[in-house]
């Protein structure tokens, strides 16, 4: 199974402030890499697919980037409504695996 | 506008079952492949298993496989778990999602919660 790694944890950043948030595939995941927003006592949704393609909808200041086994999440100018839970999720092959987490808060 | 709907948790003992649903609507469900996904109370996400669109593949997470089928019937456009031999650490939310034509879940439902508790 491909285990996905991210990090940090919990990222606590202000707002207007550029973020990044990491993900490490165990093995090459070739770019099908997703990153999924959850706010809390919502369901996830889909921000990013394929590394870099963002989903219909979602604001500007959210991009990917990555390959091989390293990902990540970018917010350029982070916003209060940012706050949430990002997973990332690697549809390369089964079983299909997400990562933990990281928790993003406002300072 | 995608819309899924589950139904059917609740409270169950351990060693019973229970079956899950998702209704469909907004999009041809008969088109897609579904998934269901978990999230145990204050946990991460966990894909649990994967039906193609005429339900010729079928895969499962190791951790229920042997346990739970997933089952769909287009003509109702309604997805299924059923679930046996539950465990506690099968309390979860479980929401029923769809998978895009690249494989991502692009759609996802609220979710219904599943309690395996004496």
């Known amino acids: 199974d491909i285990q996905m790694t991210q990090s940090p944890s919990v990222l606590s950043a202000s707002v207007g402030d550029r973020v990044t948030l990491n993900c490490k595939a165990s093995q090459n995941i070739n770019k099908y890499l997703n990153w999924y927003q959850q706010k809390l006592g919502e369901a996830p949704k889909l921000l990013i697919y394929?590394?870099?393609n963002l989903q219909t909808g979602i604001p500007s200041r959210f991009s990917g980037s990555g390959s091989g086994t390293d990902y990540t999440l970018t917010i350029s100018s982070l916003q209060p409504e940012d706050v949430a839970t990002y997973f990332c999720?690697?549809?390369?092959?089964?079983?299909?695996?997400f990562g933990s987490g990281t928790k993003l808060e406002i300072k | 506008e995608v819309q899924l709907v589950e139904s059917g948790g609740g409270l169950v003992q351990p060693g019973r079952s229970l079956k899950l649903s998702c209704v469909a609507s907004?999009?041809?469900?008969?088109?897609?492949?579904m998934n269901w996904i978990r999230q145990a109370p204050g946990k991460g996400l966990e894909w649990v298993a994967y039906i193609s669109s005429g339900s010729s593949y079928i895969y499962y997470a190791e951790t229920v496989k042997g346990r739970f089928t997933i089952s769909r019937d287009n003509a109702k456009n309604t997805l299924y778990l059923q679930m046996t031999s539950l465990r506690s650490e099968d309390t979860a939310l479980y929401y029923c999602?769809?998978?895009?034509?690249?494989?991502?879940?692009?759609?996802w439902g609220q979710g219904v919660m599943v309690t395996v508790s004496s």
């Open positions: 394929n590394t870099n």
């Open positions: 999602a769809r998978s895009s034509w690249e494989g991502y879940f692009d759609y």
């Open positions: 999720f690697q549809h390369n092959s089964w079983p299909l695996t």
């Open positions: 907004g999009f041809t469900f008969s088109n897609y492949g």
